[in-house]
Each structure stands twice: as C-alpha cells, then as structure tokens.
RNA sequence: GCGGGUGUAGCUCAGUUGGUUAGAGCGCCAGAUUGUGGCUCUGGAGGUCGCCGGUUCGAGACCGGUCACUCGCCCCA
C-alpha cells in the first residue's frame, strides 16, 4: 500500500494508543514513589557484552533475539533486549554499592528480533522495577506488592493471576537440573524435537512444554521442591507468609521457569487468558547472583518488568485530557487580540486551543470536534466593549465576560 | 526460524462463472449559512485493486513468487 512503511515489528503510538501507554507509565511511577522508587534512565544500548554476559549465551534472548551491530569506532553494540542488565552495569559503572538499598524504577522501549504476533513486537515498551541490595524476602513481597497494586490501579486485579515459584538457590537448582538430566535423558527417544534441544541447554524449560507427550513425561519428573535445600525453603516459606498477610492471591506453579540464567529463589508472572498465546503480562524475580557474575561486588538484587503493548490491550480507554477552552477570532481585527488572550489564559494554567483559520461556523465545529467545554468569541463589537462572548459547547449558552474578569469567570474550567 | 489465514479509498467492507468508465457507508474538504458547531441537503477530493511476473482477446478476480499484516509454534513483557 504505502510506499513507506514501518519496519517490520514497529509500531507508531498515536492518539489513544499514545494515551494508553502514558495512562499505563504515570500508573507506574506513581504506584512506585509511593513504594519509595526512584527514577532510573540508562541508554536503550549497550557494549554487547552487558547482554551476552548476564542472559547467558544460551538463552534464546541472545542467541537469536538481540539486535547487535557494529558501530563507526568498530565496537560491537547490542539494543537493549530488557533492562536488568544495563541498571546492573549502570550499578557497577557508577560504584553505586556505597548507597545500597536501592530501589530504582524506570520505563522505556526494548528490542527483540523476532516474528511479531499479538502483543508481541520487535520494539516494545517496559515498566521496571529493581531492588538492589536487599537480600531479605522482604524485598521479594514489597516487589510483589508493588506489582499486584499497579495492576489493580490499572483496573486489571480481577483479570489476571498471580503464578509463584521457587528456583531455589544456586545449589538447590543446580541439583534439581541435574536431577531433571537424569531424567529425561531415560525419555530421549520420546521426547519432542524441540525438548531434545532443551535438555542440554535448559532442561527446566522441558517442564513447560506444549507439547502433548511431553507433558506425560513431565508428569513423572522429579519436582523441584524435592530439591530444595533448607535455606531455599525457608526463604520461599518467608515470601509466601508476607504474601498471605498482605492479602495477595497466587497460585503454585511448579513449572514456571524462567529463560534468563541469572535468576534464583523467587521467580512469578501475572497472567491472563485475554491476550492469546502471550499470557504473561508482568514477570519477575530475584537475581542475586548476577551483579557479581558482571565484576561487581556480590549483590542481591530483585525486579520485575511488565510489557505496556499487553496491558494496554487490557485496559479501559483511559480519561481523556482536561477540556480546553477554544479561543474563536471574529474578523480579522480580532486574531491578535485572540492571540494574546490564549496566551495569557495559558500561562494562567488553562488549557487552551486555537482554531487557525476558517469562518466562525467551522472554527466552533473544530472547537467541538477537539472536545472543548467553552468557546471564547470575540469579534468588532466585543473588542469596543472590552469583553468576550463565551459560550459553553454543550449547552450553547451565551454570556458576555468583562476581558479583565476572565480567569475567575472560567476557574471552573481550569 | 517454522506452519495457517488475510491484503480493494483515511476506516469498515461490497465487487456475480474472468468482460469494457472499480462501488457503498463512515470520515475528510467546500457550499447552502461572508458573527455561531453537533441535524439536514448538495457538491468535491481521495484508488498504480500490496508489489513483481505468468495464463488469457481480456485479470481486482485464476496461477507462481515476493512483501506486509495477522494467528499459532519456539521464546518471552
């Protein structure tokens, strides 16, 4: 159709689109200063090996997802596929250690190389939370909180599910991985193409499989809570506790796992069935191990990010902006004085449109097309007197206002 | 990367077994109404029928390829 077009897996952001993205990133800001999160921006790219490091070389993220290239000075750059990994370097890179706890938030587009579907985009937009330095299960329920009260702000508790699960710790899991090898290596020949494949590189994965003889296979595995060394359970049963005082629902799902290396201990995802195959609307956990893993000082750290394409499908229309009031010229004497009235009304703190041109008739359709409550009018007669006919858009009613009268004849539209 | 579905106006869609100038509704612009909008009426702009090739006297319709969108697999937000 169009000659130009947007790269395959972009989108433009426009009007409600825009709006429901901006609804969703104010919900989040708010919802997080009130957990006591501060803003953090770090560069949508990074020297490649801030990704290829932390994901692991086998994750899917990096061996097939990222979009890297090499800049003019010949250094290998990655776009960024989410953004633990850069507040991990922005983290080490500024020596932030000295002032642990901290609890950062941020938001912004991340880049996937894959095929787009249904709430799934090359480029696509995150809200994230991170805790650095809190090793405590606190930090797990204050994130969890966090998270389930954004949804709610968002309107959407009723229509998603909280799924929790342990990884345990890096002992614990390395023992249940094992375990699991063991396992399904005795199942090789009946296991699906796609699980072969997953046994050596990520054998959990297998546990979630589609596919139908797998899932008979996995019904007999080993289950990784029997694996789970003293201190992992311990620190789950701690999780579980605050969660159930706090009053936050969830459910135990044994076989959520996470495709990213560095997690441990406390793994979740929110999920609904509205959006299709893409479920999974905020996920998270806990990463302690990763800060070191980078050349930083051993660090514990916690987040989650959730995708704003998703939760945008799932929301309201969010409430459309304050109504302006429509500043309407009659005759050409009028347009300066026009001017200087929308200007000063501005400054004032009202929200004001212009008409730019046309007959009274269709400047007043574009007023009222454009959502605004009041229309100023003024023309020859108006301009003598030193006032303005305002008239309100939704009833029609006239009444003329003295000029210097004018913001505490409109306070109520402010 | 693999499989299925769909591409006709800005949007939603008609378009007969292939037949000559490709249509409707909505939206947009203008006029009826040169100081008054949402209704009505009239007129107008807007299309290389996604693109390339093939079959045919003739293709928006059929065939092949390609691109895009879309749904699913993989994986994830």
């Known amino acids: 159709m169009a000659a130009l077009q947007p790269v395959r897996g972009t989108h433009d952001l426009l009007g409600e689109d825009a709006r429901r993205h901006a609804h969703i990133v104010a919900t989040f800001k708010s919802v997080a200063y009130r957990y006591g999160f501060q803003d953090i921006s770090t560069p949508i790219f990074e020297f490649s090996e801030v990704f290829h490091r932390t994901l692991g070389e086998t994750s899917d993220v990096v061996s097939k997802e990222t979009y890297t290239f090499t800049d003019r000075g010949g250094e290998s750059l990655t776009l960024r596929p989410e953004m633990t990994a850069g507040i991990a ?19 912004g587009p991340m880049f996937r190389y ?54 345990g710790d890096a002992e614990s899991r390395s023992a249940y991985r094992q375990a699991l090898i063991d396992y399904f290596s005795g199942f090789k020949d009946r296991l699906s193409e796609d699980s072969v494949k997953r046994l050596d590189r990520n054998p959990m994965r297998i546990l979630d499989s589609k596919d139908a003889g797998d899932r008979e296979i996995v019904a007999g595995a080993p289950r990784m809570h029997d694996y789970m060394n003293e201190i992992s359970r311990d620190f789950f049963a701690r999780v579980r506790a605050g969660l159930d005082a706090l009053g936050i629902a969830y459910t135990i799902d044994e076989r959520l796992v996470r495709g990213l290396d560095y997690y441990s201990h406390t793994a979740w995802e929110f999920v609904t069935t509205d959006l299709g195959a893409q479920g999974t609307v905020l996920g998270g956990g806990r990463y302690d191990g990763l800060i070191a893993l980078m050349g930083g000082p051993q660090t514990a750290g916690i987040g989650f990010a959730a995708g704003i394409e998703r939760l945008a499908m799932m929301i309201d229309t969010p409430p459309l902006p304050a109504r302006a009031i429509a500043v309407v010229p009659i005759g050409p004497a009028a347009e300066v004085p026009a001017l200087a009235i929308a200007h000063r009304l501005r400054k004032a703190g009202f929200t004001v449109e212009q008409g730019y041109r046309g007959n009274v008739g269709k400047r007043l359709e574009r007023a009222a097309k454009a959502g605004a409550r009041v229309a100023l009018m003024l023309g020859d007669d108006e301009l003598a007197a030193g006032t303005v006919k305002c008239r309100d858009l939704d009833t029609r009613e006239e009444s003329a206002v003295a000029l210097d009268a004018l913001e505490t004849a409109l306070a109520a539209y402010r």
């Open 89 to 107: 370097r922005a983290f080490i890179s500024g020596g932030l250690a000295k002032d642990l706890p901290l609890k950062l938030c941020g938001h």
């Open 114 to 167: 894959e095929r787009p579907q249904k709430g799934r985009m090359r480029q696509f937009h995150q809200v994230d939370v991170e805790v650095l330095g809190v090793p405590e299960p606190q930090a797990d329920i204050e994130v969890l909180a966090l998270g389930a009260d954004f949804l709610a702000e968002l309107g959407l508790a009723e229509r998603v599910e909280l799924h929790l699960n342990t990884l």
